[in-house]
C-alpha cells in the first residue's frame, strides 16, 4: 500500500510538472509572443493557471463531489486537457516553420522588425487556435457518438474446423467514471448481445472509481450473454481503484475474472483454451498480484489452440514464448488523440489493429470508451467482433 502511494505521489509530481510546462508554453506561443493587449495577456495568464491548476486538483477532487458535480468538473477540465494537447502539438509543428522564417530572415540581411514578429505570431497563433478547435470538435463527436462494431477475421492454425466462426467480442478501456455510466454502459452491453456472440472478454480499464462509487453504473454487465461465457482480465486502472473490491464485485454479476490461469471454450476435442493474466503493474500496487504467464498456460496440452486475454500489449513478448496463438489486449486507446499514437510506440510494440510476432498473432483494441479527454482524434473508438477461423493465418 506504501509502494503504491509512493507511485501515485510521483506520478502527481511528474504530471504537476508537465502541465505546469504545458501551460507556459501556451502563454508564451499564444500570448506573449503575439503581443496581444495588456489585458488580453493578464486574464489569459489568469485563465491558464487556473486551468493548469485545475487538472491536477481535479483528481482528487471529483472523488469527493457528488456524481453529477464531479461529471461537470471532469467534462470541463479534461476537455481543456484535450483542447490544450491539440494546441501543443499544433504549435510545435509550427516551430520549424518559425525558425526557417527566422533563419531565411538573417540570410538575406532582413532581420524580422517587431512588427514583422508581431505579425508571424499572431498569424501562427490563430491558426493553431483554428486547426484545434477544428479537430476538438469533430473529436468529442467521434468520443461521444455511437462506438462502431469492428469486425476481424483471425485465422488460427490450431483451432478445430468445428470452431470456425465462433465470435469473440471484446470490450476495453470502457473508462466507466465521471463522465461514462450506466445509461451509456447498458447500450453498449445491447449491442454486444445483438452480435450474439460465444464469447465476452473484457481487458481491462473497466472503471475509474471505487465499487461504492460505480456499483449501478457497471450493473449493466450483468446483462452481457455469451454461450461460453464472459471473461475479465485486469488493466491497470484497476489497481488505482480498489482491484480486490472490483474483482469480487464482478464476480457477484455473473463476470468470470481470470487471473494468471486458463479455461476451456467449447466442448470435448471442439474447444481451445483462454488464459487471461494480471496487469503488466498489478505486482506494483497489490501483493501477489501481476502477470504470470506460466502459471496460466501450466497444464495444459500445447497441442491445443491457446487465446490470451491480457490488458498491455507488451505481453507479447512472452506470450509468443508460451505458444500463445491469439493474444486480445488494448490498453493504448491508439493513441486516442493524434500524435499521442507516436508516444504510445515508446512503451508498446503494438498500438492498434491486428499484428503478429513470430507465430503469434496480436490484436489490440482502440478502446471501447475514453479516458481523460471526451475526444478521439484518428483514433476510433470500437467494439471488437473477432471472428475465428481454423487455418494458418494469411
Not at 487538472?55 to 476537455?79: E, I, K, N
Not at 465470435?167 to 455510466?181: E, K, N
Not at 454502459?185 to 465476452?200: F, S, Y
Amino acid at each position: 500500500m506504501q509502494r503504491s502511494l509512493l507511485q501515485y505521489a510521483i506520478f502527481l509530481v511528474v504530471f504537476a510538472l508537465l502541465v505546469g510546462a504545458i501551460h507556459y508554453y501556451l502563454w508564451h506561443r499564444l500570448l506573449r509572443a503575439p503581443a496581444l493587449h495588456q489585458r488580453v495577456q493578464t486574464w489569459g495568464k489568469r485563465l491558464l493557471v487556473a486551468l493548469g491548476v485545475a487538472l491536477p486538483v481535479s483528481m482528487f477532487l471529483v472523488r469527493l463531489l457528488p456524481r453529477s458535480a464531479g461529471a461537470l468538473v471532469s467534462f470541463v477540465v479534461y476537455t481543456w486537457m484535450g483542447v490544450a494537447a491539440l494546441l501543443v502539438s499544433t504549435l510545435l509543428v509550427s516551430e520549424p516553420m518559425r525558425a526557417a522564417v527566422h533563419a531565411l530572415s538573417k540570410l538575406a540581411s532582413r532581420p524580422l522588425d517587431e512588427a514583422r514578429r508581431k505579425f508571424l505570431s499572431r498569424t501562427i497563433a490563430g491558426s493553431a487556435g483554428v486547426i484545434t478547435f477544428g479537430l476538438a470538435g469533430s473529436g468529442a463527436a467521434e468520443a461521444l457518438g455511437e462506438v462502431a462494431v469492428r469486425k476481424v477475421n483471425v485465422a488460427l492454425r490450431r483451432l478445430p474446423k468445428e470452431l470456425s466462426g465462433l465470435r469473440i467480442v471484446q470490450l476495453t478501456d470502457v473508462h466507466v467514471g465521471p463522465t461514462i455510466g450506466r445509461a451509456w454502459l447498458a447500450e453498449i452491453v445491447g449491442r454486444v448481445n445483438a452480435l450474439d456472440p460465444h464469447v465476452v472478454v473484457i481487458t481491462g480499464d473497466l472503471v475509474d472509481g471505487s465499487v461504492e462509487a460505480l456499483r449501478e453504473h457497471v450493473a449493466p454487465l450483468g446483462d452481457l450473454r455469451a454461450k461460453h461465457g464472459v471473461y475479465f482480465v485486469t488493466g491497470n486502472h484497476e489497481y488505482y481503484s480498489g482491484v480486490e473490491a472490483w474483482m469480487e464485485e464482478l464476480g457477484r454479476i455473473g463476470v468470470r475474472v481470470l487471473r494468471n490461469e486458463h479455461v476451456s471454450i467449447g466442448e470435448g476435442a471442439a474447444s481451445f483454451d483462454l488464459a487471461g493474466v494480471d496487469d503488466w503493474t498489478g505486482g506494483s500496487y497489490v501483493k501477489g498480484h501481476g502477470p504470470d504467464m506460466a502459471k496460466a498456460v501450466a497444464g495444459r496440452d500445447p497441442n491445443r489452440e491457446l487465446v490470451l486475454l491480457a490488458h498491455q500489449p507488451r505481453q507479447i513478448f512472452e506470450a509468443a514464448a508460451h505458444g500463445v496463438g491469439l493474444q486480445i489486449s488494448g490498453h493504448t486507446h491508439g493513441g486516442q488523440i493524434f500524435p499521442a499514437t507516436m508516444f504510445v510506440r515508446l512503451q508498446q510494440p503494438f498500438v492498434a489493429g491486428l499484428d503478429r510476432l513470430g507465430e503469434t498473432q496480436i490484436y489490440v483494441s482502440r478502446g471501447t470508451g475514453y479516458w481523460g479527454p471526451p475526444m478521439r482524434v484518428g483514433a476510433p473508438a470500437e467494439i471488437t467482433l473477432l471472428e475465428l477461423q481454423s487455418g494458418a493465418a494469411s
